[in-house]
């Protein structure tokens, strides 16, 4: 069965994510099929202009906070231009992965072109596509404009925001002012009344923290003497059973000295037997 990657596996192979046998198999089968290698090359080479391009400062949309609660205006016109913008771009980069996209550049003409160029039977000249040079020039023309839109839109939202703070501050410097005299008009009497309400409160709660200090310190010692209790027992336990395993082991290895010891004296005794009555028999002979 021949193999034949599909458009997944080609572009993976473009941007170089393919390695080891996956592809090597690309690479035969582009050596055997000229026209997915030309595709190939296109690709590579759109590539490449893309990435020669340079970024373009953009400036950033501002965001205004009046006397409601603050909320993004998801209709203005400068959003609305990006956003047309970043789909626009983003609709023709999966197009022309999708469809082979040929662009030309002739005569003051821009071509977009979609699927295989049927070359026709007579030569003629090759139309020259578009130059990074180029496409950088209409970015910059697009980038521009928009920074444009978006300054005379901040502009006015600016003046709007000054007229919105002037008039507020000329509604409210009456109430402001009707606030700093009943200030001023407060008695000694009224201000003592205040000072000894915040003494007698801050009073109770140091008193408050006191106590729940002293019974969390209290809860904890005893804490601490239980675990301390609760460690000697398991220190006590596991000392004892130290000692009976050393007291077992010194009882086996008596019980085994023991063994030993009688068996070399019956040893003894009976090679002592043997030899007394070898001599007899000697004797008598």
Do not use: C
Not at 73 to 102: E, F, R
Not at 273 to 284: D, L, M, P, V
Request: hydrophobic letters at 35%.
């Amino acid at each position: 069965m021949s193999f034949k990657p599909d458009e997944i596996t080609l572009m993976a192979y473009v941007y170089g994510e393919l390695e080891g046998e996956e592809k090597e198999k690309v690479e035969e089968y582009l050596s055997t099929h000229e026209d997915a290698r030309a595709e190939i090359e296109n690709l590579q080479t759109l590539r490449k202009m893309m990435g020669s391009v340079k970024d373009k400062e953009v400036i950033a949309p501002p965001i205004f906070v009046g006397d409601n609660k603050p909320s993004f205006n998801w209709n203005s016109p400068y959003l609305k231009t990006i956003l047309s913008i970043a789909a626009s771009l983003l609709l023709i980069i999966l197009v022309g992965k999708a469809t082979n996209t040929q662009i030309n550049y002739s005569g003051g003409e821009l071509k977009i072109s979609f699927g295989e160029v049927v070359k026709p039977k007579e030569t003629t000249q090759q139309v020259a596509s578009l130059t990074p040079e180029q496409v950088q020039q209409m970015i910059n023309a697009s980038v521009s404009q928009n920074n444009s839109a978006i300054q005379a839109n901040w502009q006015a939202s600016q003046q709007a925001l000054d007229a919105s703070i002037k008039k507020n501050l000329m509604a409210n410097s009456g109430k402001i002012d009707k606030l700093v005299h009943e200030a001023s008009n407060a008695s000694k009497d009224q201000i003592q009344q205040y000072v000894a309400g915040l003494q007698s409160e801050n009073a109770k709660l140091v008193k408050d923290y006191f106590q729940l200090t002293s019974t969390d310190q209290k809860k904890y010692i005893e804490d601490l003497l239980v675990d301390f209790a609760k460690y000697m027992q398991q220190q006590r336990t596991s000392d004892m059973q130290v000692v009976q395993s050393r007291l077992n082991s010194l009882e086996k290895n008596t019980s085994v000295f023991k063994q030993e010891t009688e068996q070399i004296l019956s040893s003894i005794i009976t090679n002592g037997g043997n030899a007394t009555t070898s001599k007899e028999a000697r004797n008598n002979y």
